[in-house]
């Protein structure tokens, strides 16, 4: 029983170390350090430390894990299709994400999403009063309101919008562990963390995504109630529905028109520059392309125009392709049938959640922004147990 007990605990200890270090590094790699030590120099340091956390998360995957023959192979054939995707669109994150989801077989869910809160809890306070006292970059923004300027912030992250999706993953972790059983006093602090984010990155679509997580909190009970009804089937539909929306609005997107700009512009442009990527990529790719995109927060070289793709559902589209797309339909289909049969709807909430800000946001697959993917092939018999 020891040996058993001793086998699983040490191929769960390494990859929650490994774990912690790639989730630190791409933390790192997001904040203003960059403008400190040189992009490409900093760039090159955190890939080190991926390609050795990596490493180290596959040595468990394919010397440690107590599987098949067979599922070792099938798992090295998918990340060779992955590795290939990732190669082609010059972005390898949804590749190393993919490591981590099936490298975390065997490992307590619950133990992974602390990891991931109380790393991303430590790197953001280091972020915001590294900024604070001046001892990294806080790169500010305007932005005009009826004709009255107003500054943002990014308190040490490359953007301000950057430093409030941070924000609210922290708030959907903490939410998550609690399992969406939160009295009043949480609820009033978590409002004061949205609100205090807002006014120092005028995040406005943030914002929003945090209102409805309160929501989602303030009245679980219903939620989940609403959500056990549909079944798997129906709420797999609400959220295809919703992905294949926001594609088909950046792609019917026409300036001209009264209404579309005015959407645009509460979009921040995001349907203008979705639609640009659309329109260069009228047949979407079978294994991905690169797209040249000029972002880093507005601090572009002389001569360099803006245009980034900041919904994760038009990358995926555009970017990573079809064979790409058939496989993050199946992970997401896989995760909803599991927290169905399971009965675990605070994951199907975050889900939901998660959706919802890929079509505002780009870091889908950004392990220190999204961590509920991790949560498909993890160990959920901790759960089970807390239920029985």
Request: charged letters at 15%; aromatic letters at 18%.
């Given at each position: 029983m020891i040996k058993k007990l001793r086998a699983k605990h040490v191929p769960e200890t390494a990859y929650l170390i490994m774990f912690m270090i790639f989730s630190a590094a791409a933390f790192i790699e997001g904040t203003t350090l960059t403008h400190v030590f040189g992009v490409d120099r900093l760039m090159a340091l955190t890939y080190r430390?991926?390609?050795?956390?990596?490493?180290?998360?596959?040595?468990?995957?394919?010397?440690?894990?107590?599987?098949?023959?067979?599922?070792?192979?099938?798992?090295?054939?998918?990340?060779?299709?992955?590795?290939?995707?990732?190669?082609?669109?010059?972005?390898?994150?949804?590749?190393?994400?993919?490591?981590?989801?099936?490298?975390?077989?065997?490992?307590?869910?619950?133990?992974?999403?602390?990891?991931?809160?109380?790393?991303?809890?430590?790197?953001?306070?280091?972020?915001?009063f590294g900024a604070l006292f001046r001892i990294i970059p806080n790169m500010a923004q305007s932005r005009t309101y009826f004709g009255i300027p107003f500054r943002r912030?990014?308190?040490?992250?490359?953007?301000?919008?950057?430093?409030?999706?941070?924000?609210?993953?922290?708030?959907?972790?903490?939410?998550?562990?609690?399992?969406?059983?939160?009295?009043?006093?949480?609820?009033?602090?978590?409002?004061?963390?949205?609100?205090?984010?807002?006014?120092?990155?005028?995040?406005?679509?943030?914002?929003?995504?945090?209102?409805?997580?309160?929501?989602?909190?303030?009245?679980?009970?219903?939620?989940?109630?609403?959500?056990?009804?549909?079944?798997?089937?129906?709420?797999?539909?609400?959220?295809?529905?919703?992905?294949?929306?926001?594609?088909?609005?950046?792609?019917?997107?026409?300036?001209?028109?009264?209404?579309?700009?005015?959407?645009?512009?509460?979009?921040?442009?995001r349907l203008f520059y979705g639609n640009v990527a659309m329109k260069q990529c009228q047949v979407p790719p079978l294994f991905g392309r690169f797209i040249p995109q000029n972002g880093n927060g507005l601090m572009l070289k002389p001569g360099e125009r803006y245009f980034f793709i900041d919904s994760s559902i038009v990358r995926m589209w555009t970017m990573f392709g079809i064979v790409f797309t058939i496989l993050m339909i199946m992970l997401t289909a896989f995760l909803i049938i599991r927290g169905f049969s399971t009965k675990y709807v605070p994951l199907l909430v975050i889900l939901a959640l998660i959706v919802i800000e890929s079509a505002i946001d780009h870091h889908l697959w950004d392990i220190s922004y999204n961590v509920l993917f991790v949560a498909a092939f993890a160990d959920w018999s901790s759960l089970t147990r807390r239920q029985r």
């Open positions: 430390i991926y390609q050795l956390s990596v490493l180290g998360v596959l040595g468990k995957i394919f010397f440690l894990d107590d599987s098949t023959k067979k599922t070792k192979t099938g798992i090295f054939l998918t990340l060779a299709v992955l590795y290939f995707i990732c190669h082609r669109a010059q972005a390898m994150a949804p590749f190393f994400m993919a490591i981590f989801i099936f490298g975390a077989v065997g490992v307590d869910w619950k133990k992974i999403l602390k990891c991931f809160f109380f790393t991303g809890l430590l790197f953001t306070c280091l972020s915001l912030f990014s308190m040490g992250i490359a953007t301000p919008t950057d430093f409030a999706a941070h924000v609210f993953s922290l708030m959907m972790a903490a939410v998550l562990l609690r399992d969406f059983k939160c009295d009043r006093k949480c609820l009033i602090l978590l409002s004061l963390i949205a609100f205090l984010t807002f006014a120092l990155t005028d995040a406005r679509l943030d914002l929003i995504l945090m209102i409805l997580l309160l929501l989602c909190t303030a009245f679980y009970d219903k939620i989940k109630a609403f959500i056990t009804a549909s079944g798997p089937g129906f709420f797999g539909i609400i959220i295809g529905g919703y992905a294949l929306f926001d594609l088909w609005i950046t792609h019917v997107y026409y300036m001209p028109s009264r209404f579309w700009e005015t959407l645009d512009r509460f979009l921040s442009s």
